[in-house]
């Protein structure tokens, strides 16, 4: 079974409406052969709908999740919560803040979490505009357990995983990882807040990331993309 055939022909059939260009198309066609080679990797929601990988059907499924999700703007949203008021009466007591003073702060707090949400994936897209053309793949979409990046280097996959920060990781998803060769890598050390550019895994090490590439990646992305995803 030509696994790459099948994927190509699933692709120029989405390309008019995905805009799918080379590299990108290559790196699905590479996540679609790491997980016919570990489907025990596939992550679905439903157990009563899981995508075979080795049929066009399968593959079709999950290429309109790659897809939906390369393409789905990742911008900051308001939560649709409304605050606990108890905490500004908590605030107002406590830290001596005026009722004008606590209402701005529950502005600023909202925008400082719907900023938060987005900086891991963020995290995401920067690495991919700069990993992709060295033969990297960002498994997005949301059906790959585990692993955010791979890579087919002489006969071997290398796993990454992604984290914005060493604290965002609770114990069952580190667990995961256990007895498997899949590498971490995460952006901040939260006690110091030190950047980790420095220590990112042998195989990207060269490729200039850094604090600053990231900063600009992601003023320019939004300058892009803000009309498309705002939530505010």
């Known amino acids: 079974m030509d696994i790459e055939k099948i994927c190509n022909e699933v692709l120029d ?16 066609i590479t996540v679609i052969k790491y997980l016919n080679q570990f489907p025990e990797n596939l992550s679905v929601r439903s157990k009563n709908n899981v995508p075979d990988v080795k049929t066009k059907e399968g593959i079709e499924l999950l290429a309109v999740s790659y897809f939906n999700g390369f393409h789905s703007p990742t911008i900051p949203k308001l939560p649709q919560t409304v605050p606990d008021e108890m905490v500004s009466f908590i605030m107002e007591i406590v830290f001596n803040h005026s009722k004008q003073e606590t209402e701005e702060i529950k502005i600023t707090h909202l925008e400082s979490m719907a900023s938060e949400n987005a900086v ?21 979409g949301n059906f790959v357990k585990a692993i955010d990046f791979i890579k087919f280097d002489n006969g071997i996959w290398f ?18 990882r256990e007895g498997t060769s899949i590498h971490k890598w995460y952006r901040t050390e ?9 220590e990112v895994p042998e195989p990207m090490k060269g490729l200039n990331l850094s604090e600053n590439g990231f900063k600009e990646f992601v003023k320019q992305y939004l300058r892009d993309n803000i009309n498309l995803g705002k939530g505010i």
């Open 190 to 198: 939260a006690k110091t807040g030190e950047t980790m550019w420095n």
């Open 13 to 28: 059939e989405f390309n008019p409406c995905y805009d799918i260009e080379p590299s990108l198309r290559n790196a699905f």
């Open 120 to 140: 891991g994936t963020l995290l995401e897209r920067y690495l991919d505009s700069v990993l992709r053309e060295n033969g990297w793949a960002w498994c997005c």
């Open 159 to 176: 796993e990454l995983q992604i984290k914005n920060r060493s604290n965002t990781e609770n114990s069952s998803s580190s667990k995961i």
